[in-house]
């Protein structure tokens, strides 16, 4: 793995990752961190690999289906034995109030994991527990991952990599 780690502060870690490999990797080692209750935004442009890090935690999770974006069907969700798991895309959102719309915010709850990209597109969110932010730089990205509540920090703090 080509990772290089430069700053870690107790709520926050920036990484440069070489490839898209290396998101996976980092997304199968959040996995076993992840909690009932938590959300994650994943935050970047498109093509900065949101989607990657989403199929690494899967994989890290255990799954071993296809994983796609839910840009066009806006959720994907995943039950494993210990936890459900939702990954939301909004990128095609139009209006903030699309989310009470869709009947989507029943899937933010204590028993589940909610990763959503574009969560901008929809402010009306819960906290997120982490914020990772995503972009190209150079030859691969630049990940910035912040913890916004204490289940946040304990996931940041337990992550090794």
Request: with cysteine; proline share 6%; glycine share 8%.
């Amino acid at each position: 793995m080509n990772c290089t780690l430069l700053h870690t502060p107790h709520h926050k870690r920036t990484l440069q990752l070489a490839s898209a490999d290396d998101t996976l990797t980092l997304g199968r080692a959040l996995a076993p961190l992840l909690r009932p209750g938590m959300v994650i935004h994943l935050r970047g442009d498109l093509g900065a690999g949101k989607t990657t890090l989403a199929r690494g935690i899967l994989r890290g999770l255990g799954y071993q289906g296809r994983v796609k974006s839910p840009t066009f069907t806006l959720l994907e969700p995943y039950k494993f034995s210990k936890l459900y798991l939702y990954h939301f895309d909004f990128y095609r959102f139009l209006d903030p109030q699309e989310l009470e719309e869709t009947g989507f915010r029943e899937y933010f709850n204590a028993e589940s994991v909610c990763l959503v990209e574009w969560p901008e597109k929809a402010p009306d969110l819960p906290v997120a527990d982490l914020e990772i932010e995503m972009r190209v730089a150079d030859q691969g990205r630049a990940i910035a991952i912040t913890a916004h509540t204490e289940v946040g920090r304990r996931c940041l703090d337990g992550l090794t990599y």
